[in-house]
């Protein structure tokens, strides 16, 4: 009777502990609940008592974002400097050539008009003033054209008037030509001066043109 009394009363005590552990570990489970929700660091639990540190310690490390290699290539390559390939080298310094005076067909050494003076060829009493004009004058191939021609011309006229010296008439008449002559190709030296064209009296003209071609 005894022993079933007790019994009847241990049971009502066994079950207010089970329920007492239940609303126990309830509460523990909504408050660890409640701090990860939170954020809060959780309490570290071992459940491996044999271990020697932690396993905290030998996790391994989540890499880092802000760290990563195309970040780090891209910061290298904008520190990096230019490479001499692809930058651009200044220009060497170029220096100031002399240039030459150029030289005009048209220039003559006496400073005169090239048609004046290819008319001096022939008005400047040839063949001495011819002579005198190839000594002075370097620079214009059309003038000493003229002044060859008229050197060689008159002195082979001078030569043909000495013939006939003693012939009075035909000396008049020879300087008439002479003197025509010398107009007209002192008028072909003026006009011929603008286009540089050589007017040729035959044989003697060919003779200066050689001339100035060895020269």
Same mark, same amino acid.
């Given at each position: 009777m005894t022993d079933c009394s007790r019994s009847a009363t241990a049971t009502p005590d066994n079950n207010r502990q089970l329920r007492l552990r239940i609303i126990l570990a309830t509460s523990s489970i909504y408050k660890f609940c409640a701090t990860s929700a939170?954020?809060?660091?959780?309490? *570290?639990?071992?459940?491996?008592? /044999?271990?020697s540190s932690p396993p905290e310690h030998s996790r391994v490390a989540s890499p880092d974002f802000n760290t990563s290699a195309p970040r780090q290539s891209f910061d290298v390559a904008a520190r990096r400097p230019f490479s001499p390939a692809v930058a651009r080298s200044p220009p060497p310094l170029q220096h100031p050539q002399p240039q030459l005076a150029e030289i005009s067909e048209f220039d003559t050494s006496l400073g005169l008009r090239l048609d004046y003076e290819a008319c001096l060829a022939y008005l400047a009493l040839p063949p001495l003033g011819s002579i005198i004009l190839l000594i002075l004058e370097h620079n214009s191939d059309y003038v000493r054209f003229h002044a060859?021609?008229?050197? @060689?011309?008159?002195?082979?006229? =001078?030569?043909?008037?000495?013939?006939? @010296?003693?012939?009075s008439?035909? *000396?008049?008449?020879?300087?008439?030509?002479?003197? #025509?002559?010398?107009? @007209? =190709? #002192?008028?072909? #030296? /003026?006009?011929?001066?603008?286009? @540089?064209?050589r007017y040729e009296v035959p044989f003697f003209g060919?003779? #200066?043109?050689?001339?100035?071609?060895?020269?």
């Open positions: 939170s954020g809060s660091e959780m309490p *570290s639990m071992d459940f491996a008592p /044999y271990q060859w021609q008229a050197a @060689l011309l008159f002195t082979a006229i =001078l030569v043909f008037h000495l013939f006939f @010296l003693w012939f008439s035909l *000396s008049w008449l020879f300087f008439a030509g002479d003197m #025509a002559l010398v107009a @007209l =190709l #002192a008028l072909r #030296a /003026y006009r011929d001066a603008e286009v @540089l064209d060919r003779m #200066a043109s050689r001339i100035l071609d060895d020269e």
